[in-house]
T-cell receptor, first 113, second 111 residues
Framework: ETGVTQTPRHLVMGMTNKKSLKCEQHLGHNAMYWYKQSAKKPLELMFVYNFKEQTENNSVPSRFSPECPNSSHLFLHLHTLQPEDSALYLC????????????FGPGTRLTVL | EDQVTQSPEALRLQEGESSSLNCSYTVSGLRGLFWYRQDPGKGPEFLFTLYSAGEEKEKERLKATLTKKESFLHITAPKPEDSATYLCAVLNTGGGNKLTFGTGTQLKVEL
């Protein structure tokens, strides 16, 4: 788990709160990803960044706002979320967009009340 | 649109009872098929990448195989510590690095 770290591991927030999830990768990779994992559903890709530039937004609502200040750090800013946004949010990284293998962090378990 | 279907959804084995998990896929062009292991409350852990039909890879009690339509994850003489959810994902030959995941097989190995 030391390759990709995520904080916090657990987060409970109200619908009017603003919070941020943080991801850091120590693998020297250039591409980073946010995924959402809900029970009984496949992992859903949310955003992709390559060399700090966003390359994919998979029709994610604007209440989720990503930020990638450099190739090692990725944030997901959250505001005015809905209870259905409760899920495990996973960060991943890969060498670049041509390297298929993605390595995942431990995730942040988010509960929206 | 790429699709991945995993079966069974859940599997209960006795320790030492070998079995196989299935991953059926449809993809416009396969760049790679990936197997991950996920423990409860944790992120997926990479196991294998397979690139072409006929390829096989092994790691301890696990062996992954690939055909043009499906992949199998064979578990030989499993132990309780092999209990986890096993995820399959495909990557197509289109641009980017967008994995399409299945819903996983939840494996429980009992003493």
């Amino acid at each position: 788990e030391t390759g990709v770290t995520q904080t916090p591991r657990h987060l409970v927030m109200g619908m009017t709160n603003k919070k941020s999830l943080k991801c850091e990768q120590h693998l020297g990779h250039n591409a980073m990803y946010w995924y959402k994992q809900s029970a009984k559903k496949p992992l859903e890709l949310m955003f992709v960044y390559n060399f700090k530039e966003q390359t994919e937004n998979n029709s994610v609502p604007s209440r989720f706002s990503p930020e990638c200040p450099n190739s090692s750090h990725l944030f997901l800013h959250l505001h005015t979320l809905q209870p259905e946004d409760s899920a495990l949010y996973l960060c991943a990284s890969s060498q670049d967009l041509s390297a298929g293998t993605q390595y995942f962090g431990p995730g942040t378990r988010l509960t929206v009340l | 649109e790429d699709q991945v279907t995993q079966s069974p959804e859940a599997l209960r084995l006795q320790e030492g009872e070998s079995s196989s998990l299935n991953c059926s896929y449809t993809v416009s062009g396969l760049r790679g098929l990936f197997w991950y292991r996920q423990d409860p409350g944790k992120g997926p852990e990479f196991l294998f990448t397979l690139y072409s039909a006929g390829e096989e890879k092994e790691k301890e009690r696990l062996k992954a195989t690939l055909t043009k339509k499906e992949s199998f994850l064979h578990i030989t003489a499993p132990k309780p510590e092999d209990s986890a959810t096993y995820l399959c994902a495909v990557l197509n030959t289109g641009g980017g690095n967008k994995l399409t995941f299945g819903t996983g097989t939840q494996l429980k190995v009992e003493l």
